[in-house]
């Protein structure tokens, strides 16, 4: 009979503090607004109250998962989760490469570390953006990891590690288009909302 064992965790590390509270303040900026204007506009206009609950609601939810994102490497396996992207589990006999490579982001002056582990045939298995977490985590967890690692030397901007190293990208990166939609969208929304207040306050005025 095959025993089983617990896998033993070598690093493990949550999101970098400062992006945690960072989150949570920019949660309670956002709610506090929406939720005063539910409460003056509770018997308002049915559409407003609905798109500021879905506000509230879409907050708190995001909130939770910024508390959620975590790195792990065990003896078995690599694993984390972010913001917009599910678990990923890697079996340590699939990497076959792990890169270091310090990469301009935006108009950033600095370079962000990034780390990129890939199988056998390039495709992407993992990546971490060191600007999300506490500094040294990434060398630490490359260093635990069972190949060498490969240093990059040079930083180089994100369209060219995009470039060298296609597939890396999450879904929602390097698509300029997204960008301009989620802006448009959260425009719309602000508009939205103000306008349906001004329309249900100016029920309850008296003239």
Known sequence: MTTMTTPTTLVFARLRRSILVGAITALVLALVPVTVALVVLGDGLLPTVLIESAIV???VVLGIRQLTIHVRLTDRELSGN???SP????DLDDVHEVLLVPTFVGAAPDPVLQMLVR???????FRLRGNFWDDGLLEKLAAALPVPVQTVAEPVTSKAFFETYPGSEYWFENKPWLRVAAILGAGVLVLGVAAGAMLALGDRIPG
């Open 82 to 84: 972010g913001i917009f």
């Open 57 to 59: 609601i879409t907050c």
């Open 119 to 125: 199988d056998a045939t390039g495709r992407r298995l």
């Open 87 to 90: 678990m990923v589990r890697v």
